[in-house]
């Protein structure tokens, strides 16, 4: 075997040596890649069912509805050709979900009411808008929605979130009034206004502005019917204006005197 010979079985073993590897990495990426995108899926598709299923009744609309179940379905076909395995659960989901899309805008919506009377709740119901802002433009991305339907959605999800503020500063300051506490109601229909007042296209928020500074004139007229004095008050402050002034003519005979 001439030294040429061995030379290029020595440089073909490298290039084989090289290549294997090369093989192996791209494998690997391959696998760590899909175990990626099977828990991202695994993930959306979680968070559609539960945007579907937890999302306030008095906020969901059938074609909401409809929308959050498309984008579980194409979540769980994907799934599925990724997995490459019979998976029963996610199938039978798939079937329910299917049924339920055919109804189109005859389905029903069974979300039961979650009224928005605090804090808290608000920002729970805000983080499930924001979650649909994100499922909404993946989809996009993902090209499932076209990008006229994506652009339509964000309005709508923009538009909830005006009706969650309107809902919350609405029961707030009801239930303020029902407390007793004109003040604080005052002040949650005072946040109420401002915040409609500020929205870049006020015009759709028209009525719900006059509705809210009719409520607001109520409870400021209810804070000065509390504050203002009556004819038979006799108390410290009005027996001490009693004194200043009996003391002020005293002063003034004194003077002229």
Excluded at 43 to 72: V, W
Excluded at 146 to 158: L, P, S
Aim: aromatic share 4%.
């Amino acid at each position: 075997m001439t030294p040429l010979i061995i030379t290029l079985l020595v440089v073909a073993g490298i290039v084989l040596l090289i290549a294997i590897g090369y093989l192996n990495h791209v494998a690997e990426a391959r696998k760590v890649e899909r175990a990626r995108t099977l828990v991202e899926l695994n993930d959306r598709l979680r968070r559609c069912s539960e945007l579907s299923e937890t999302f306030p009744g008095q906020l969901m609309t059938p074609a909401l509805k409809l929308l959050l179940l498309r984008l579980e379905l194409n979540v769980i076909k994907r799934l599925v050709a990724l997995e490459r395995r019979n998976n029963p659960a996610v199938q039978e989901r798939a079937t329910e979900l299917e049924a339920l899309l055919a109804q189109g805008d005859n389905i029903q919506v069974n979300n039961p009411p979650s009224p928005i009377q605090t804090e808290a709740k608000a920002k729970d119901v805000r983080f499930l808008l924001e979650a649909m802002h994100g499922q909404v433009t993946r989809a996009a991305h993902d090209g499932f929605l076209q990008a006229a339907e994506a652009k339509h959605w964000v309005r709508e999800i923009r538009n909830l979130l005006v009706l969650l503020h309107i809902e919350f500063f609405n029961n707030l300051g009801q239930q303020a009034l029902n407390q007793q506490q004109p003040g604080q109601a005052r002040l949650a229909f005072e946040r109420g206004v401002q915040y409609l007042k500020n929205q870049a296209e006020p015009a759709p928020w028209k009525t719900h502005l006059q509705a809210m500074e009719r409520q607001l004139a109520r409870a400021n007229a209810m804070v000065l019917d509390t504050i203002a004095p009556t004819e038979d008050d006799n108390n410290e402050l009005t027996e001490g204006l009693k004194v200043v002034e009996a003391d002020a003519e005293w002063k003034k005979k004194a003077i002229y005197d």
